[in-house]
């Protein structure tokens, strides 16, 4: 487990829970049943994951629906876990994926007594590891000018590179082809945006995909 | 779980179906499912509840029964029988849950988690941990509901059950918003 997303896991938990909003027994019976209006549900929901008790309760929620479901027809999809299709699991997987998201996705697929534990430190937590990963250079952080290239530092024994750039909502705005130099010029397609750009290099070690190593997800902030 | 008021309560408490006049395939079948449900409960509960609650996890199961039972009779007719089973495990695990949880809470007790620190120790901790939430209630809301589902401890599918949202924006929203949670805290002097 990451030790900075034990840490900041258990600083989250001391919060005191909110509980004048505690919710009631409908208020549970309509989330789990699905028959709650849609800004009920917000509020009860956004209560949950403020509050260590609720969040307890709507686990055990979630877990009776998945088991209730191999024998009675009648459950609702209402507080489960969402399936995930082959597609969500694989599409990303080309690219490497971010490397926070691996993390979670690797970390949160394992067993676990009641809630989900932090995610493991895999060599690609979301801070990053010290493991041989591209290191970006430029752009990132605040900027005045919108950027012309992008650069990172090569990494022993890839021998080719992919960029990636998302807006601010992470949606991928542009992809490069495999590159062997750690430069690239900012795509002409892209053009001067005001606010957070995100950015990732995939480095390439080996014949297959699965021998490569994303950096940290960068930004820059283009205020003009 | 022998003696069982589970069984003396199933004798004397009569199934709707029994009343009704449905065939005894349909009863059996009926009560069949009072029982997975039964133990599926004690077992959500054994599972959620905490290390303590499991060791009392047959009186629970016996006790869900019951309740179950108790929640069945009080109906006169029940026009789908699966749902409605389904309905009165929802609020018998709502019950069960939240006795069992305060009953944990209050045995082991907040403080004693934190045993051993100084009381410098322990502000400073207070202090971080209200830095971690401002930290999060500044983040956007959908980063915001997103990165404190991940701190409670959901996982990205129930995530995406929460909030109706596709896999990669539940992933995206979880990864950038940890990210700029780190950020923030490293500002602040905070780092992990």
Redesign the interface.
Known sequence: M????R???S?????PDPAADHLG?DD??AL??GAAASSARERA??H???C??C???Y??????EE??RA???????????????AL?TT??GWWGG?A??AA??WA?AQPR?????APEATGSD??GSQEARPALVEPMGPVARWPERLRWEPVAHAHAYRVRI?DG??DELWASPAIAETSIAWPAQIAPRPGRT?WQVTAYLGASDADSVPS??A?FDYQP | MASTPFKEASRSVSSPHADSGSPPGRETRFEG?VR??GR??S???A????QATSLFREDIEQQVLIELWRQVDREQKID?P??Y???A???E???V??RE??RE?SASGAEEMRGGESPFQSLA??E???Q??AC?AALPTDRQ?AV???????????V????GW????A??????G??E??AALHDRGI??
């Open positions: 990451a030790e900075d997303e840490t900041l896991r600083l989250y938990a001391l919060r027994e549970w019976l789990a049943s929901l956004d949950v994951v403020r260590g008790q969040a307890h309760v686990r055990g929620l979630s877990e009776l088991g209730a024998f009675d027809k009648g459950v609702p999809q209402a507080v489960g876990p969402a399936p995930l299709s969500q599409r990303w971010l926070a998201a979670l996705v949160i007594p009641a809630l989900a534990p979301l801070r998302l909502e992470g995100y940290v997800l930004s | 499912m997975q449900y599926l409960i077992s959500v509960v599972r959620v509840g905490g789908h699966s749902s089973l389904y309905r495990a929802v609020r695990t709502v019950r849950l939240k949880l305060s809470a901790v207070k971080q941990a209200e971690v939430e999060v509901r404190r589902a991940h701190l409670a401890g959901f996982d990205v599918r129930e995406m059950r929460m909030h596709p896999y990669q924006k992933r995206n929203l979880i990864a950038r940890m990210a949670l780190r780092h992990g």
